[in-house]
């Protein structure tokens, strides 16, 4: 919703090469940058935003400073990829987010986990599968298991040389790591020390680059949803069985259905098929159920058409099924357990982004801090819901129902400092942090050499106390507390 114009076909305008043009080339013939000809790793001219044409104002309901755009112009030959180069952009009147290294590969931010990775995990994940327990290994060995989720961004991009290949076409995954509910047609399990947390962590939401995987919410909203719905059993006629709606239903779900049955005025009669029918503000009423957020009396029942074959878009709906209750669902799975009175409402997300063999910048830092920060933004009660469709706009509305959202990083461990204070034979420094976490008061006497002086674990409110009791002490000491 930046312009007039659909994001697909606008002109690239807003950048420039070293050359002043317009226009770009990718090559794979060993020059102008290209480092190998003929291996199949493109590599674009140099390229610039053009400082004499304003950035697109920024919708109100997405992040400010931040655009993405594919770049049509990069496009030598079509044969070539699946999906458009991307480039995002970020205003330089956004400043840059504060970083702090955790081990000398990993930086985190406010609200991002930057990992430095060797073999391109998640794009392998994405287009052939595998783990990610090495990598959320090395994040909790160095942040506490407080985390729901751990949505990971790409910042790469890997397609077969067939860019038709159907793994290609995959631009989010979901991988399941526990589940501690019943009534949703999965079972119970817990597979969290696989990946290092100690119980926390429910599943892992992968997102392809940019603007395939981030252009809008919708696809993190979409791996997010399925921890909990979609799973029910194929014998209710709702479900596909690949945890999705069966194309069949009516249910406007951000996990399939997404469709209505309209009145058709023409002749024959009967229901016409529209497709792309949900309510993008809004997740539909027995996803929230399937959540544990509102009860069996809150869910209409569900339009099944009882074709076999998938009614095309606008195609005539000629015969229905008798519609899916509740009742119908509950009788399969049982009742949603635990329910709206006691299911979990906070949830944690840890954005992650791994980067190949080196850190991410502080300009990158920043771009996916802002996103992680903007997707679990608080609204006021009164704003609106913001479609998730069209721009990365935040999705606790989205979702609703009393549930909160949360990104931070830093923020969880990062001490806060609430009392200093000279004894007669010391010096201490109260503060509060994550609890179980231990915190280190160092000395200093130079600002260069630190030594620690004491430490101590945070009490389970988070609280710790810190004394420098040691005798004799210099007459001029700096202190600082760091964790670990
Ligand atoms: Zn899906």
């Known amino acids: 919703m930046w312009n007039a114009c659909a994001p697909r076909v606008c002109p690239h305008v807003f950048f420039i090469s070293e050359t002043g043009t317009n226009s770009f080339y990718l090559r794979d013939d060993g020059l102008n940058g290209d480092r190998v000809a003929g291996d199949y790793i493109f590599t674009s001219e140099k390229c610039r935003y053009d400082p004499n044409i304003a950035m697109p104002p920024t919708d109100p309901d997405e992040p400010v400073g931040i655009y993405q755009n594919n770049l049509n112009d990069l496009w030598v030959d079509s044969d070539y990829f699946l999906i458009t180069p991307s480039l995002a952009i970020l205003n330089t009147n956004v400043p840059a987010v504060e970083t702090v290294m955790l081990a000398s590969n990993i930086q985190v931010s406010a609200h991002l986990i930057n990992l430095v990775t060797t073999n391109r995990e ?40 067939n860019r038709l290949t159907s793994a290609n076409f995959v631009s989010g995954k979901y991988m399941p790591v526990s589940r501690n509910f019943t009534g949703t047609g999965t079972s119970v399990f817990d597979n969290t020390a696989a990946f290092g947390s100690s119980g926390r962590l429910k599943a892992i939401p992968m997102m392809d680059i940019m603007e395939r995987g981030i252009n809008s919410s919708q696809n993190t909203a979409h791996e997010i ?14 479900t596909s069985g690949d945890g999705h709606y069966s194309p069949n239903s009516f249910i406007n779900s951000i996990l399939g259905g997404q469709y209505k049955a309209v009145t058709n005025t ?32 809150a869910v209409p029942p569900v339009l099944v058409s009882s074709n076999t074959l998938v009614i095309p878009c606008d195609g005539v709906v000629s015969n229905f099924r008798a519609p899916v209750t509740i009742s119908n669902i509950v009788a399969v799975h049982g009742v ?66 009393g549930t909160t959202w949360n990104s931070d990083v830093l923020g969880l461990i990062r001490p806060t400092i609430t009392n200093v204070q000279w004894l007669v034979n010391g010096f201490r420094i109260d503060g509060t942090g994550y609890p179980g976490r231990t915190y ?31 005798q004799p002490r210099p007459t001029t000491r700096w202190y600082k507390v760091s964790t670990p």
């Open 122 to 161: 998640l794009q392998r994940v994405l287009r052939i599968g595998g783990g990610l327990t090495a990598l959320t290994q090395r994040i909790y060995s160095v942040l506490p298991d407080a985390f729901d989720f751990l949505p990971f961004f790409s910042t790469d991009h890997i397609e077969y040389s």
């Open 225 to 238: 949803s399925h921890h909990w719905a979609a799973e029910l059993s194929t014998s209710l006629f709702i």
């Open 266 to 297: 023409g002749p024959g009669g009967g229901y016409i098929k529209r497709c792309f029918y949900m309510d993008y503000t809004n997740a539909t009423p027995l996803d929230k159920y399937l959540m544990g957020l509102i009860s069996t009396s």
């Open 336 to 401: 949603r357990t635990p329910g709206p009175a006691t299911a979990q409402k906070d949830f944690r997300l840890g954005f992650v982004a791994g980067s190949h063999n080196r850190l991410l910048t502080a300009t990158e830092m920043t771009f996916y801090d802002l996103l992680a920060a903007h997707f679990t933004k608080p609204l006021a009660s009164n704003y609106p819901p913001p479609m998730i469709t069209y721009g990365w706009t935040p999705a606790t509305k989205f979702f609703g129902e």
């Open 440 to 470: 280190r008061l160092l000395g200093s006497t130079n600002l260069n050499s630190w030594t620690q002086v004491t430490n101590k674990i945070a009490g389970t409110n988070g609280s710790f106390s810190l004394h420098d009791n040691s």
